[in-house]
Structures are given as structure tokens and as C-alpha cells.
């Protein structure tokens, strides 16, 4: 391995081992609350993914309501230029779909089913569930029912989330940013050659694990 790609792994675990170490030092307060205390730590990993990509994809949480609720967040391209002077449109969807966020211990399955997601998915198309641990990228199928596109689990139970030595998310180092890269990819067309060796490997990397 080049010092380079060296450099990049150990980026890849700290931030993986960071996230659940924020998570925890947050619960750790005493004062937190069951969702929204959790954001930043969410925030930054997603940010740390999307600043990987060209563009550059920007997570940004509490959007406005645009017709369907008020989703967690979503995820925005970042233009190469921007002119600082110019007010951005109200109301833009973001064209990577939108996030739904609950604790830990809720489960994905009914957070799938229920109306408030369904209502995103038609409005935006895309969405991201996520109980902290657990990953889900969801979308409508013709016929109007929830297909599930790509899933990832960081830790099973919400007991390992809180309690397992940080050693044992090691696993999750380039997993876990591959899975996000793919999810901010997935309306992204991909034109170049090596775009599309890069998602063929990251498959192939999960597939291995």
C-alpha cells in the first residue's frame, strides 16, 4: 500500500470509531435525547462520506417543509463555484433523497411502513432511515410498494451500539464510507470508467466481508 491510501484507511477508521464514540460520550450526558441530540455525530459522518465524492455531496439537516413534512435532512450536490452574492431558490429538493432519523433502539422495519415515510418517498424518492446503528435506503417501486435498494448495519443491537469495545467496529473502516458514498451516488449518473470500477469494488469489498 502507498502512504496515501495508508493515510486513508486510518481517516476511515477514525472517523467510524469517532462516530460511536461521540454517540456515546452524547448518551453518556445523561441529558440527551432519544433522536435529535444525536445529529451532529450523524452530520459529521455523512459529511466525511459526501466530501469524498466529485462533487462533493452535502448532508444539511432540518429542512424545510416542501409539501410532505419536515425530513431529519438530505443530501445536496455541492456546485464547484458558488456566488456569494446570489439567494439560493426556496424550497430545492434534495436531488440525493432525504434521511429519516430515529434512536437506537427503534426498528427500521415498522419506521419503513409508516405513513410519514411514505409520504417522503413520494415527495423525494429516495430516502435513508437510520436507527444510529442500522442503515436503510428505500424507494417506491412502480406499483407503490417500499423496495429497499441497499442496507448496512454498524451494530446489530442497540446494547452493542452503547457497549461494545470500538475495537470491534475495525470491520466497518472503508465498509460503512463505501455504503454512504453508494447511497449519495445512486441518482448520480456515472459517466467516467473508473466511477463505475469504483462501485463494482465496493460491492465487491462488502460482498468479501
Do not use: C
Amino acid at each position: 500500500l502507498n502512504k496515501s491510501a495508508t493515510t486513508n484507511r486510518a481517516r476511515r477508521l477514525a472517523e467510524n470509531t469517532q462516530y460511536i464514540a461521540d454517540l456515546r460520550a452524547i448518551r453518556s450526558t445523561g441529558s440527551a435525547t432519544a433522536e435529535t441530540s444525536f445529529y451532529p455525530p450523524l452530520d459529521r459522518l455523512f459529511n466525511a462520506a459526501g466530501q469524498t465524492l466529485k462533487p462533493a455531496v452535502l448532508f444539511s439537516t432540518q429542512l424545510r417543509n416542501s409539501g410532505a413534512g419536515l425530513p431529519d435532512g438530505g443530501f445536496f450536490p455541492q456546485p464547484k463555484r458558488q456566488r456569494r452574492s446570489v439567494e439560493p431558490e426556496l424550497l430545492q429538493n434534495p436531488e440525493r433523497g432525504v434521511v429519516e432519523i430515529k434512536p437506537a433502539d427503534y426498528n427500521l422495519d415498522a419506521l419503513a411502513a409508516e405513513p410519514q415515510t411514505l409520504r417522503y418517498l413520494r415527495q423525494y424518492g429516495l430516502v435513508l432511515i437510520t436507527n444510529l446503528r442500522q442503515f436503510r435506503l428505500l424507494q417506491l417501486t412502480p406499483s407503490g410498494a417500499v423496495q429497499t435498494l441497499e442496507r448496512y448495519t454498524l451494530a446489530a443491537t442497540s446494547a452493542d451500539l452503547w457497549s461494545a469495545p470500538l475495537s470491534s467496529f475495525a470491520k466497518h473502516k472503508s465498509l460503512l464510507p463505501d455504503f454512504l458514498a453508494r447511497v449519495m451516488l445512486y441518482r448520480a449518473p456515472l459517466a467516467q470508467p473508473k466511477d463505475v470500477a469504483w462501485l463494482l469494488a465496493s460491492y465487491a469489498r462488502e460482498a468479501r466481508a
